[in-house]
Structures are given as structure tokens and as C-alpha cells.
């Protein structure tokens, strides 16, 4: 296979990737369990839960929206960067001082 194969072949591992990662959920919620999210690993948001005892504290709840949203998409993010780095550098030929992914 010719380095343009390698290529559409990598791209093609790409693709795939990013949308089997649509369907990798990642939960997270806050300490007390009040606040909650679903997104997936392409950091779509699935769903959000709120305890109706946040909904008299404005603060709080925009707090625990900042906190939980933050640590969620750092998951997600780790997770799509390690399985998109893996797909990309699986299917890339050899190319002299290219070695982004190693």
C-alpha cells in the first residue's frame, strides 16, 4: 500500500473513531450527587440532572454547573485524545521528522 493509502486508510480510523466515541458516555456528578451530567466522549452533552434543592440557590447551582461540567470534559477530553491519537498514529506511514505521535 502506497503512502496515499496509509493516509485515506488513517483518515478512514479517524472517522471511525469519532463516531464510535459518540458512543462512549461519560458520567460524572458533584460530591453530594445533586448535580449530575451525561456527555460522551466527543464532549456532547447527553443529559443534566439537578437536584431541586439547587434550584433555590442560584450560586450554588451555577458552582456545581462550572465544577461538575469542568471535570466531565476533562474526562472526555482525555479519553477522545487517547483514542484519536492511537487511531491517527496507528494508520500513519512512516514519514522522516514527522513523529507528532509518538
Keep these: 500500500m502506497g503512502m496515499?493509502?496509509?493516509l485515506q486508510e488513517a483518515q478512514k480510523k479517524v472517522a471511525e473513531t469519532k463516531l464510535r466515541l459518540d458512543m462512549v458516555l461519560i458520567d460524572e456528578q458533584s460530591s453530594d450527587g445533586l448535580f449530575k451530567v451525561t456527555l460522551t466522549a466527543n464532549r456532547?452533552?447527553?443529559s443534566v440532572t439537578i437536584d431541586d434543592r439547587l434550584l433555590e440557590d442560584k450560586?450554588?447551582?451555577?458552582?456545581?454547573?462550572v465544577l461538575v461540567m469542568n471535570k466531565?470534559?476533562?474526562k472526555a477530553t482525555a479519553i477522545n485524545e487517547a483514542e484519536l491519537g492511537a487511531a491517527a498514529k496507528d494508520g500513519m506511514p512512516e514519514?522522516?521528522?514527522?513523529?507528532?505521535?509518538k
Aim: proline fraction near 4%; aromatic fraction near 8%.
Design 4 to 6: 496515499m493509502g496509509k
Design 44 to 46: 456532547n452533552i447527553k
Design 59 to 65: 450560586e450554588q447551582l451555577e458552582d456545581y454547573v
Design 72 to 74: 466531565a470534559i476533562e
Design 95 to 101: 514519514i522522516p521528522g514527522m513523529d507528532m505521535f
